[in-house]
């Protein structure tokens, strides 16, 4: 069962690597296709609800395909199995008139399987992300971790938005009830 954390929004203020034990043998992350939705939809039934789930398929298919190239996935693979998937959204400005145009990303959907993780797999699914990001000039890219995953983030340069930040101010509503 998955523990929600606290509803936190984090900036990397350095596009810094994470850091990782030795690399995996045979880990592949790679960006998803057309066909990775099953993948995709297995490994967040695992996250969220401990087993498959035969419906989410066809609405991870059809999630993937409404935020069209605005999002971006990756699955982590070892031995053609999935063992850990993370999604990036881009967000675009408003154009102004003295300003040029700008984007950035929202990581979200970060998981490894409990019997793979602290084995690399997150911090090589995090440095795809990145430099993704870094691809896109994005202007920031920024993430709502939970608890558990605070000290991984942080190791990896993400830092509450403050002085250090620049301009960045990043505010969190919650939904009322």
Excluded at 95 to 106: E, F, I, K, L, Q
Aim: aromatic share 8%; net charge positive.
């Amino acid at each position: 069962m998955r523990r929600r954390g606290t509803t936190r929004t984090f900036t990397a203020a350095t596009w810094a690597p994470a850091r990782s034990a030795a690399p995996v043998s045979g880990l592949i992350v790679r960006r998803t296709g057309a066909g990775d939705h099953r993948a995709l939809a297995l490994l967040r039934a695992l996250w969220t609800s401990g087993g498959p789930d035969p419906e989410l398929e066809q609405r991870m298919a059809d999630w993937l395909a409404a935020d069209g190239e605005r999002r971006t996935t990756w699955l982590a693979e070892l031995s053609d199995e999935a063992v850990g998937m993370a999604s990036m959204l881009e967000f675009r400005r408003m154009p102004r008139a003295d300003r040029p145009d700008s984007r950035w990303g929202y990581l979200s959907n970060m998981f490894v399987l409990d019997e793979h993780r602290n084995r690399g797999i997150g911090s090589a699914l995090l440095r795809a992300v990145v430099a993704a990001a870094d691809e896109r000039g994005y202007a920031r890219l920024v993430l709502s971790p939970t608890e558990r995953a605070l000290p991984f983030y942080r190791r990896a340069g993400f830092i509450v938005p403050d002085a250090v930040a620049g301009d960045d101010r990043l505010l969190v509503r919650r939904r009322p009830g």
